[in-house]
């Protein structure tokens, strides 16, 4: 069975050339195709830091493309791609798991497991325990 897979890049800077939005593309389609997976669509954000999704026309769109489509994987670089605030990476990760999405990194190449996912989580929820026992 082919899986559907939506591929997003994001970059923080306009002038960011390692890991640039086209470099990113080009390795999620390498990615793809050598896996015989269908790239549904790609997504991005430029010029747009890494942390609130909220503010990210392009994971905001990938979001609502799985929610009406039916899609096996979300691909990225590296699960920093989708978010630099761990809460919020673990937000996202919840919400594809809940739609039974497979999330992969081109960097191992491997999809993120539940053990990672659930680490992510743990330490979100660690740090932001930390930060309001500091305040």
């Known amino acids: 069975m082919t899986k559907k897979v939506l591929f997003y890049a994001r970059c923080a800077t306009s002038r960011q050339n390692q890991g640039s939005i086209e470099t990113q593309i080009e390795l999620g389609e390498a990615f793809v195709k050598a896996r015989g997976w269908k790239l549904i669509a790609t997504y991005s954000d430029t010029a747009v830091k890494g942390t609130n999704c909220q503010f990210r026309p392009g994971i905001q ?36 798991r809940d739609h039974h999405v497979d999330i992969w990194t081109v960097d191992p190449g491997l999809p993120a497991t539940g053990l990672k996912m659930r680490i992510l989580k743990q330490t ?3 740090s932001i325990t930390d930060s309001a026992v500091q305040a």
């Not at 489509?69 to 919400?95: G, H, N």
């Open 61 to 96: 769109g990938l979001i609502a493309h799985m929610k009406r489509e039916p899609i096996d994987v979300v691909l990225c670089t590296s699960l920093d791609r989708l978010s630099r605030d761990i809460a919020d990476q673990a937000k996202i990760l919840d919400e594809f």
């Open 124 to 126: 979100a929820t660690t």
